[in-house]
């Protein structure tokens, strides 16, 4: 848009036509660069999961504190992400990715839209809601330092028991989004 002034000082508008540009075909270079940003987001995937099985098989059996619990909900949180990132990739290369802003939020309501028939992702991108509000939530910790350490957090009005048995479930659960990510 391009402002003109005119003699009695009010601003007029002329629109130039937009041009529109043909993507460039793709280079050498270019599918060097996305086949390495595609390693670096799996390796960067495969070290939050291995620092997030350390917590679960290590740190907890020790411990047996509700702060390792959240602690490990947030490098799963992390690793959905950069899985999401992965998905989002995979979108766009199929064409099958709408333009939205870079809210989180948006991300996983089209990412929810593009892999509804996918149960892997499906169940991940469920499991990311919780992890991702999981310190805003109200928290309840029973039985911390023994066998039977709970979390109780309640998440859209349900109460749910976050335990070793619960985290081991999600954990099996985020290995086969890792596994469909791959």
Known sequence: ????????????????PRKIFKEPPLSLHYLKWTFRRHIFLMEAIIKEKISADHLLYVSLK???????I?????RWKNMIEQGTDRLVAKAKKDKKWKQVPEAPLAKLIQLKQIYAKVPEVMDALELYELFRDINKLEKVRENEFRKGVNLKVTFKGKVININLNQLKD?????????????
């Open 170 to 182: 999600y954990a099996a659960t985020l290995e086969r989004f890792i596994s469909y990510i791959k």
């Open 62 to 68: 020790y411990t047996k504190t509700c702060d390792v």
């Open 1 to 16: 848009m391009i402002f003109n002034r005119t003699n009695n000082s009010k601003f007029q508008t002329e629109h130039t």
């Open 70 to 74: 959240i602690n490990l909900l947030s």
